[in-house]
């Protein structure tokens, strides 16, 4: 019952009690006066009110019952609701929770799916870099095998090279020039035979000048890692050595030896004076290495004069024959081509580097990125939920109020306001 009934009983029992009382005093007011004149009236009526006010009485227990009734049954509804409210609310958190858990396993193997398709090219380009690396190192090896066979036939080479040399000394008895070009041909083939290119690794007759302004043209410029340099000069005088093999007497040999000596330390001088290693534009190092063309005969000036080696280098000249050169020059070649490798497995390592670190914050921004989407969308759900789901939602709270009467200008989506009517039912 609510308070409007309440109200009613009250002013019910209120204007009966008010009519008695009137009845009750007009009653005693004319009973002096004509009590045995209106006394049947007065009783008549009395018993009227008597029967008005147990009628009123009746109906006020009836409704005092009525409104009992009603308060109780409003209590148990009140009661069923909140059961009601709490069952809702715990079933909504399970559903949250179960839709939470299959977003969470949902998302967590589409971001794994996601990093492996990421990961894999990284890996493809680690094992490429694994196999590159493993590749220089094997081409070292094979490149180490093969200077040591070319040390090998170094002997044989160099047997041609004198023979040759010796099958042509007579041509080169003429002029100097003569004898000079003849060194610069076996230099040149030496050169070739240790595998240095020309143009690349060396250059010849190119000219450079001294800091006093004279200008000098080395045979040839030999070109180091780390951009030095190497000189090498082919004009010795072998005119004294060929006529110590043609000797036929020991007094001719000896005369022949001396000046052969002599030849060779001039040239020393000659070359320590021309200070190679000054040379404008050129790092090269504190020596220059003197050529002798024919090995017979520059053995035969290094076991003659003991001194003649150690003369020379003190005067930053070095002395080399055909063989001692191919070794040095096949030393430098070797050293090209590990600065070659190691210059591609910097490259590489470089790359690789770069690549990973491009690749890790690439990562790194997806996994922020997939947090950012995983709150977005719990925030989403928890959205949804209260606007579409359970038996209160605001959907339906919406649409109970536009049955009620209010008079909105716009409607809901229909399909929205079926979700929320289902979702309401199944609960």
């Known amino acids: 019952?609510?308070?409007?009934?309440?109200?009613?009983?009250?002013?019910?029992?209120?204007?009966?009690?008010?009519?008695?009382?009137?009845?009750?005093?007009?009653?005693?007011?004319?009973?002096?006066?004509?009590?045995?004149?209106?006394?049947?009236?007065?009783?008549?009526?009395?018993?009227?009110?008597?029967?008005?006010?147990?009628?009123?009485?009746?109906?006020v227990a009836t409704l005092t019952m009525q409104l009992t009734q009603e308060r109780n049954q409003s209590n148990e509804k009140l009661a069923l609701l909140q059961s009601a409210r709490e069952e809702l609310?715990?079933?909504?958190?399970?559903l949250a929770n179960d839709i939470l858990e299959e977003k969470s396993k949902r998302f967590s193997e589409q971001n794994?799916?996601?990093?492996?398709?990421?990961?894999?090219?990284?890996?493809?380009?680690l094992q490429e870099f694994q196999?590159?690396?493993?590749?220089?190192?094997?081409?070292?090896?094979?490149?180490?095998?093969?200077?040591?066979?070319?040390?090998?036939?170094?002997?044989?080479?160099?047997?041609?090279?004198?023979q040759e040399a010796n099958n042509l000394t007579?041509?080169?008895?003429?002029?100097?020039?003569?004898?000079?070009?003849?060194?610069?041909?076996?230099?040149?083939?030496?050169?070739?035979?240790?595998?240095?290119?020309?143009?690349?690794?060396?250059?010849?007759?190119?000219?450079?000048?001294?800091?006093?302004?004279?200008?000098?043209?080395?045979?040839v410029v030999v070109h180091l890692p780390d951009d030095r340099h190497l000189v090498i000069d082919a004009k010795a005088t072998l005119v004294a050595y060929e006529d110590y093999a043609n000797a036929e007497d020991e007094k001719h040999r000896d005369a022949a030896l001396k000046r052969h000596l002599d030849a060779v330390r001039s040239h020393i001088k000659g070359l320590s004076d021309k200070n190679?290693?000054?040379l404008y534009g050129l790092k090269s190092l504190d020596f220059v290495l003197m050529f002798i063309p024919i090995e017979p005969a520059f053995m035969l000036a290094v076991t003659h004069d003991r001194d003649l080696f150690m003369d020379a280098w003190n005067k930053n000249v070095l002395l080399v024959s055909p063989s001692t050169l191919l070794f040095v020059v096949r030393t430098v070649a070797n050293l090209w081509r590990q600065e070659a490798q190691t210059r591609n497995a910097q490259d590489?390592?470089?790359r690789g580097a770069e690549l990973y670190d491009k690749l890790a914050g690439f990562v790194e921004d997806m996994e922020s990125l997939g947090t950012r989407l995983h709150q977005a969308q719990?925030?989403?759900?928890?959205?949804?939920?209260?606007?579409?789901?359970?038996?209160?939602?605001?959907?339906?709270?919406a649409e109970m109020l536009k049955k009620l009467g209010v008079k909105p200008s716009k409607s809901l989506p229909a399909p929205m306001v079926e979700i929320a009517n289902d979702a309401a039912d199944m609960e």
Do not use: C
Not at 378 to 397: F, H, M, V
């Open 1 to 59: 019952m609510d308070n409007i009934t309440l109200i009613a009983v009250a002013l019910l029992a209120a204007a009966a009690g008010y009519m008695i009382g009137l009845l009750l005093g007009r009653a005693r007011a004319s009973a002096a006066e004509a009590k045995a004149e209106r006394l049947p009236q007065v009783e008549g009526r009395l018993i009227e009110s008597e029967q008005q006010l147990n009628a009123l009485n009746a109906q």
């Open 89 to 94: 609310t715990h079933q909504f958190k399970n």
């Open 112 to 125: 794994q799916q996601s990093l492996g398709q990421l990961l894999d090219p990284l890996k493809t380009k």
């Open 131 to 162: 196999g590159k690396v493993e590749q220089v190192y094997v081409q070292e090896g094979k490149d180490r095998s093969a200077l040591a066979e070319q040390v090998r036939q170094l002997m044989e080479l160099n047997k041609t090279v004198s």
């Open 170 to 219: 007579k041509a080169l008895k003429g002029s100097n020039k003569t004898q000079g070009n003849w060194g610069e041909l076996v230099l040149e083939r030496v050169l070739e035979g240790s595998g240095l290119r020309k143009g690349e690794e060396y250059d010849v007759q190119e000219s450079h000048t001294l800091p006093d302004g004279r200008r000098l043209q080395p045979d």
């Open 276 to 278: 190679y290693q000054d």
């Open 348 to 350: 590489i390592a470089k």
């Open 378 to 397: 719990k925030d989403y759900d928890g959205a949804i939920n209260k606007l579409s789901t359970g038996r209160g939602n605001l959907i339906r709270q």
